[in-house]
């Protein structure tokens, strides 16, 4: 994939962008290893952190992926379902299980 976006969805329902950092923003990547300009600090939401990493061969439509991030996060579903992307997208997510006192 040449294109990708980065974007999270928290046990509290927030969707964040990681990367790009602005929906405007290009998502080119090259080849091999990125490292994000910053690091992301687990708040307080309960439950859950899931990142996805959306990829595609053409240019990525930022705001239609954070649509999708917002539609599962309120679907009640986000720790689990996939973002509802057309086909030439591909999805790869990572859960993080929260222990809260």
């Known amino acids: 994939a ?22 405007d923003g290009p998502t080119k990547m090259k080849a091999g290893q ?36 917002e539609a599962l996060a309120s679907s009640g579903h986000a720790d689990t379902a996939p973002l509802h992307l057309p086909a030439n997208y591909e999805q790869t997510s990572t859960f993080v299980r929260k222990v809260n006192p």
């Not at 976006?5 to 990681?18: C, F, Q």
């Not at 859950?48 to 705001?63: C, H, I, K, N, Q």
């Open 34 to 69: 990125h490292r994000l300009d910053h690091a992301y600090l687990l708040d307080d939401a309960p439950k859950y952190e899931r990142f996805f990493l959306v990829t595609s061969d053409g240019p990525a439509d930022v705001p239609a992926i954070v649509h999708a991030a």
């Open 2 to 23: 040449r294109n990708g976006v980065i974007v999270s969805v928290d046990g509290r329902g927030a969707v964040t962008l990681h990367w790009p950092e602005k929906q």
